[in-house]
């Protein structure tokens, strides 16, 4: 499938001055656009019967490169346009168990061979691009496994490998990440722990992203149809947004970080968070999203992209949370949290499974069959074999995908808070004519919801069913548990 990329942002272009001021960045709407699809490598698919057969977490630890390749027709229905592996390189040096985890990398530059060739890579790169998948891989530059490499300048040991030194260090990651662009057009990266590349006051990830921007937009200018976008995305495990701001936006680092405060949020109100022993680990106000989630986001530089995600490999899984909390209405508070990601401003990322409402059978608490939270989430995926609500879901999925697309005010529009209290929440997002009002009921009963609005008509955007607008304001009951979108007429 050709495809043909508009960049409507300054981000990458060459001789862009050290002076410009950060303010004037503008924001990438390609970037807002992405709704990434992850899958942990040796925990997906399995289909050969080979791999390392252990490691952490309650899956067969066999998962490797060609079952993600043949999984793409079933990730392309979702209505994602974006797949994110995590690490695929070599890492022989550490315990078989870490090395599974693929986040203690010997060779940057190999695949391991317990997930597959760089062929099979290769080959599933083009699959997802024929597709008009973006693939992103997962970029480990802040440390490595136990094996010396050369350019790498090792310090402090980190679990079972070692920190990386930088300046020392730099060079070397800056080829690895123009390597896997120019070699296999890769769309992208995932900075793990991308803290540890702030050193000596200075942020290091400036200097990757600046390298990965020069190479894409000369590769735009030559034609290239892949490995020309340039998203990069940090991830700093932070509920407060403190270290976010302060490792990962300061120095002009990244343009996209996690949104793990606000995702935080989601989970306080509609389930419970995995540390359960603090006072607003459940039950909190679906206000708290605005007050906290978004107010946040005003602290950030005005170009930044934050993307907002449910699960990843290293928390529980939304279901589990939900089993952990209590709460009944399993199915309706998957919609719920699923509805909010579908309404979110910027990039957002499905981890596998939380599609289908996918939990770990027998784990609840840590500990629960000897797992532990922050490996818990890591069992096999599937792409079959489910059940009604297991269909019911991916269908609703597909649905808010679809509406998202539809909507750009949805994903890069104009974000005007409307309403929120101890239930409900509810925003304005706008792009132009395109005018869409969401709001989430987050609680177990219907609730009536009226909201101040210029318009005549109102179209909920799942049903079809039109509303008025009478004097200025829309009234509806929203079913519990239920997130529903507005178009604006």
Request: charged residues 25%; glycine residues 10%; negative net charge.
């Amino acid at each position: 499938m050709k495809r043909i990329i508009v960049i409507l942002s300054v981000l990458f272009l060459l001789g862009c001055s050290s002076e410009k001021k950060l303010e004037e960045i503008k924001k990438n709407q390609e970037f807002d656009k992405l709704v990434t699809y992850q899958i942990m490598t040796g925990a997906y698919r399995d289909t050969d019967g080979s791999g390392y057969g252990k490691g952490y977490g309650p899956t067969h630890h066999m998962g490797d490169i060609k079952g993600i390749t043949e999984a793409l027709p079933y990730i392309k229905e979702l209505g994602v346009n974006a797949v994110w592996l995590t690490p695929v390189f070599t890492s022989g040096s550490v315990s078989e168990k870490l090395a599974a985890t693929g986040y203690f990398i010997d060779d940057y530059f190999n695949v391991d061979p317990k997930f597959g060739t760089n062929e099979d890579l290769k080959e599933m790169i083009d699959k997802a691009h024929d597709m008009g998948l973006y693939v992103f891989l997962d970029g480990v530059f802040g440390h490595h496994g136990k094996t010396p490499i050369e350019g790498v300048l090792s310090g402090a040991p980190q679990a079972d490998g070692y920190m990386a030194v930088y300046p020392q260090s730099l060079e070397f990651y800056k080829r690895v990440a123009t390597y896997w662009i120019e070699e296999y057009e890769i769309d992208g990266w995932r900075i793990d722990q991308a803290y540890q590349m702030h050193q000596g006051g200075h942020n290091y990830l400036k200097d990757i992203r600046e390298v990965v921007e020069e190479v894409t937009a000369r590769r735009r200018e030559e034609g290239k149809e892949w490995g020309t976008l340039g998203y990069m995305v940090g991830e700093i495990w932070d509920g407060s947004g403190e270290k976010i701001i302060a490792k990962g936006y300061e120095g002009d680092g990244l343009r996209s970080f996690f949104d793990f405060p606000t995702r935080y949020s989601l989970v306080q109100i509609l389930a419970i968070q995995e540390n359960t022993g603090d006072s607003w680990a459940t039950d909190q106000p679906a206000s708290k999203l605005n007050q906290w989630g978004f107010d946040l986001h005003k602290r950030y530089p005005e170009y930044a992209q934050q993307n907002m995600f449910l699960t990843n490999h290293d928390l529980v899984r939304f279901g589990d949370l939900i089993e952990r909390s209590g709460f009944d209405m399993y199915w309706g508070r998957h919609r719920a949290a699923l509805s909010f990601l579908a309404a979110y401003t910027g990039p957002i990322t499905l981890y596998y499974g939380d599609e289908y409402g996918a939990q770990v059978e027998g784990f609840t608490h840590e500990r629960d069959m000897g797992l532990y939270d922050d490996h818990a989430s890591r069992d096999a995926g599937r792409i079959e074999g489910f059940d009604e609500n297991e269909k019911a879901l991916i269908e609703y999925t597909q649905t808010l995908l679809r509406i998202r697309g539809e909507n750009p005010a949805l994903y890069t529009g104009k974000r005007e808070h409307l309403h929120s209290d101890d239930k409900i929440f509810a925003d304005l997002k706008t792009h132009g004519d395109n005018r869409v009002v969401y709001i989430l009921n987050a609680d177990t009963k219907e609730r009536k919801v009226e909201v101040e609005i210029d318009g005549v008509k109102a179209e909920e955007l799942i049903t079809g069913k039109s509303s008025n607008i009478t004097r200025g304001v829309l009234s509806v009951r929203i079913a519990p548990m239920t997130g529903t979108f507005y178009r604006i007429r």
